[in-house]
């Protein structure tokens, strides 16, 4: 399923509708490659951010998804709270609902599957969903994608190619897309708090804050990029730091007992339950 010709619509201009907006327009990697500026139109309420879209990436904009002309491909990129709302405006639209296919729809909102999604969109339409990250904006994300009961493999695999431009893009179950949300959709997160506290433990040690900082943040770039480009597993990679009575066990062993699973364990498990409950209330 390629993008030739393809047209494509983004309801949304917040900051995930633009980091793929951006990624996709700036990305060299196929099927992404082929989208130009001419060939999407940005859905976006807001008349400053609207024009500053426009603006920037030479797209169309338009301040309804009721003035939508038709699109092969329409990305969902709203509140999960408002999303049941911007779909009931949106299936007035002839263009998109008239004769001819349907688009294929994509969903990034939090928390609703795509069963519910399919019931508010026409008949026979087409739900793939994906939980993406925020480094996605400089095409290091993570994405989770999900196809819906009326989404083929083919379209199920394009929108993961499509993701995939942006960083890197897994399929799973949907069952499966709560957890996905807690570990990498929140997952930045908890990254930029670990590298918080790391800064302050190393100032309340005496370190400048800055310089903590920045070897913190270092620190965690090239041990991502380390097990990410050597294949090594995350424990050996661990191992390798800890020599027998050395400065490295002695701090892991202070921080398993303060509970340093543990923390991680009830953040995602919370956050998986803040999921299901968005998806209820939406």
Known sequence: MGNQ???FAIVGGGKMGEAILSGWLSSQVAPADSIAPADVTVVEPGDERRRCLIDEHGVAGVADS????RADVVVLAVKPQ???AVLEGMTRNEALFGAGELPLFVSIAAGITTERLESALPDG???VRVMPNMPLSIGAGASGVCGGSKATAEQVEYVAALFGCLGRA???DEADMDVVCAVSGSGPAYVAAMIEALRDAGARQGLDAELAETLALQTVLGTARLISETG????KAREAVCSPGGTTLAALDAMNAAGFADVFDKGV?????????LAQCS
Do not use: N, P
């Open 5 to 7: 010709g393809k047209t």
């Open 125 to 127: 339409a087409a739900v």
């Open 82 to 84: 408002v999303m049941f």
């Open 232 to 235: 090594i597993a995350v424990d």
């Open 66 to 69: 009721s003035e939508l002309a």
């Open 170 to 172: 897994v399929v799973v």
């Open 269 to 277: 498990e919370a956050a998986v339950v803040r999921s299901k409950e």
